[in-house]
């Protein structure tokens, strides 16, 4: 009966749960909520789904969603023989169900999200496409259900995989239990399962939970389905159903009963503390790392750490009102240095306000002294002689929030308010990661209305590089083409995403902290004559001195070390073994 279905479907191709196939799918494609894009290659009929929902790619109700329902459309779309799932993100491939889903949860959105987990698992675990996981990073729990839906997984070394649930009291359901089963065995299985075992790459190989280990798990899918295609796709589709058939019947069977129990399971009173342990335990470990901190602002803290090492010294231009709330926590938090601009007279109430109730913290306190003149100055009519007319470094603070229709504001705030023509600023970007996107998307937009110099776009990814890795995901994407155009050449980005390159630079990093300016600039002339210069034409005394480190030589050290320009990657090699600095 059931294989009765599934010829029927692989047979006419028809529109499945009244979903609509597009006639050319062709291309790249994003969600409606941007947390992944689907690139169809039309050659070898293999979509490739990007997951790229930071932090974590833990899967939400509205992810899962518009996740199936790509995965529904593929499923029908006649041109489509395989498809490969991964992710964007630097080292998760999923961390499984977003667990905010199941803590105190609205009793009619966890009934939703349990139907849509169990429809996704469907959709994926039988299709009638070859489907493959590119696992590139961490993959608990659901992340490892997901990937066991998936027909061959190919896994990146050291990140781990399985299923962990009883680690967080809970218990996986039954049809993740019976597709474990059948990859790894019944006596393995019950094992893993109830030790709630993570295994790492190399561990999972061993035990069959994946196929392979590859440092590109994308590409070795990707050379990996050739071979699966070379086979009539209804041979191998019958075949996968004869294997999988029972399963997805139990499941299909069972599965009202499997929701019932899960929506009463979640709320008990048990499992929500140990959920809520689970949830500030993988929160405390961040604030182990991190010393101080205070609550709505851990994050971008955290990043400025992350980044800087010494946030102390961070210098950080307000932008707004809204943001200055922000900046007030920062230096609550221990941030001790705040340099204040505006350029707007009419906010000189609000400035005045903000240097009253912070006079003692403030170490400086200032406006460009030229405010008036910057006014005038378009971001890209900026004549080099007018450089001390830029920032040293911007920072900007974007909004916290998670309500998209106040996101505007940040787009309205940079293009109504920036003064400053960044061609040779650093950007130092501050957020918390749905603004990750949203600065993209001003950026995008920027760039319509005033040009805004690749270079300073390069310093945003690299000092985000959660932001960083949306790159793949807005690289194809046709929304983004503005943003791809004034992209750098992508040393930079491949910087980030070289470990060995990147670790070199930051070697180098770290002599670099703390040394008087006057120290560094000559050594930094000797690597990039015109550095220096450049620094000087800036009137860096504007600011009295600049005795902190300075973000654009940084920017700078990277970029030489990004480049394949090997004198300079040596100086910086025998510099930062002298300890010179
Ligand atoms: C009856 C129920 C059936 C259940 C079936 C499936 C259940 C599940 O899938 S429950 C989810 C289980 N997932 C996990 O246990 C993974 C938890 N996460 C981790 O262990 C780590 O985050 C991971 C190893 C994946 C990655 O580590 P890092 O690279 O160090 O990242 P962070 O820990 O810093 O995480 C970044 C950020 O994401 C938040 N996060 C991580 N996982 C989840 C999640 N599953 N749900 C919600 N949020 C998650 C994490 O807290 C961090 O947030 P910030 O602190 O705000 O940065």
Redesign the pocket.
């Known amino acids: 009966m059931f294989l009765r279905n599934v010829m029927r479907k692989i047979a006419s191709q028809k529109s499945l749960n009244g979903l609509a196939i597009k006639k050319n799918y062709f291309g790249t494609t994003s969600s409606l909520l941007d947390d992944f894009s689907i690139n169809a290659n039309e050659k070898t009929g293999v979509s490739v789904i990007t997951m790229s929902k930071?932090?974590?790619n833990?899967?939400?109700l509205e992810f899962i969603q518009e996740l199936s329902m790509a995965i529904q459309k593929l499923n029908m779309e006649k041109s489509c023989r395989g498809i490969i799932l991964t992710s964007s993100?630097?080292?998760?491939f999923?961390?499984?169900?977003?667990?905010?889903?199941?803590y105190q949860p609205e009793p009619d959105r966890l009934e939703k999200f349990?139907t849509e987990?169990q429809e996704i698992w469907l959709a994926l675990y039988s299709s009638p496409k070859t489907v493959m996981s590119a696992i590139n990073?961490?993959?608990?729990?659901?992340?490892?259900?997901i990937a066991l839906a998936t027909d061959y997984r190919i896994m990146k070394p050291k990140?781990?995989i399985g299923?962990?649930?009883t680690?967080?009291g809970?218990?996986?359901?039954f049809w993740?239990e019976d597709s474990m089963k059948a990859v790894i065995g019944q006596r393995r299985s019950e094992y893993s399962l109830q030790l709630g075992k993570?295994y790492t790459a190399e561990e999972a190989l061993q035990i069959n939970l994946i196929d392979e280990i590859s440092d590109n798990p994308l590409q070795a899918c990707e050379d990996e389905m050739m071979n699966w295609l070379k086979l009539p796709d209804h041979a191998r589709t019958l075949t996968k159903f004869q294997n999988r058939g029972h399963i997805i019947e139990k499941m299909k069977k069972g599965r009202k009963e499997d929701l019932e129990?899960?929506v009463k399971?979640?709320p008990r009173e048990g499992i929500q503390m140990a959920l809520g342990t689970?949830?500030d335990n993988?929160?405390s470990?961040?604030k182990k790392q991190l010393k101080t901190c205070v609550s709505d602002v851990?994050?971008i803290v955290?990043k400025i750490k992350y980044n800087l090492e010494d946030y102390t010294k961070t210098t950080f231009f307000y932008l707004g009102a809204q943001d200055g709330i922000l900046a007030e926590n920062l230096i609550n938090s221990g941030c001790k240095k705040v340099i204040v601009t505006e350029h707007k007279k009419s906010n000189e109430e609000h400035l005045n306000e903000i240097q009253n109730r912070f006079r003692e913290k403030f170490l400086r306190f200032t406006r460009f002294p030229n405010s008036r003149i910057i006014e005038e100055y378009k971001l890209d009519g900026l004549e080099e002689k007018n450089w001390h007319t830029q920032p040293k470094v911007a920072v900007i603070l974007t909004l916290l929030t998670n309500d998209r229709s106040k996101l505007s504001l940040n787009s309205y705030l940079l293009r109504k308010q920036f003064p400053f023509n960044f061609g040779r600023t650093p950007i130092f970007l501050l957020t918390?990661?749905t603004e990750s996107k949203v600065i993209l998307m001003n950026e995008t937009n920027l760039q319509t209305e005033k040009r805004i110099p690749s270079r300073a776009l390069s310093y945003m990814f690299l000092y985000d590089r959660t932001l960083l890795a949306e790159i793949p995901r807005l690289k194809p994407s046709q929304k983004y083409t503005k943003l791809i155009k004034i992209q750098p050449k992508s040393d930079l980005v491949d910087l980030l995403y070289d470990e060995d390159k990147f670790k070199e630079a930051e070697v180098f990093l770290k002599h670099f902290f703390n040394k008087p300016y006057e120290r560094v600039i000559p050594k930094i002339e000797k690597i990039c004559p015109n550095l220096g210069s450049e620094l000087i034409d800036m009137n860096i005394t504007m600011l009295d001195r600049v005795k902190d480190l300075d973000f654009r030589i940084i920017g700078e050290i990277f970029r030489l070390v990004a480049s394949n320009d090997n004198y300079s990657r040596n100086i910086i090699r025998v510099l930062s073994s002298r300890h010179e600095f």
């Open positions: 930071t932090p974590a833990s899967l939400n993100l630097p080292s998760i999923s961390a499984g169900l977003d667990i905010l889903e199941m349990w987990f990073g961490h993959s608990p729990a659901g992340g490892c259900i990140f781990t299923l962990n649930e680690m967080l809970i218990v996986a359901p993740a993570l129990k899960f399971f979640i689970y949830l993988l929160k470990r961040k851990e994050l955290r918390d990661n």
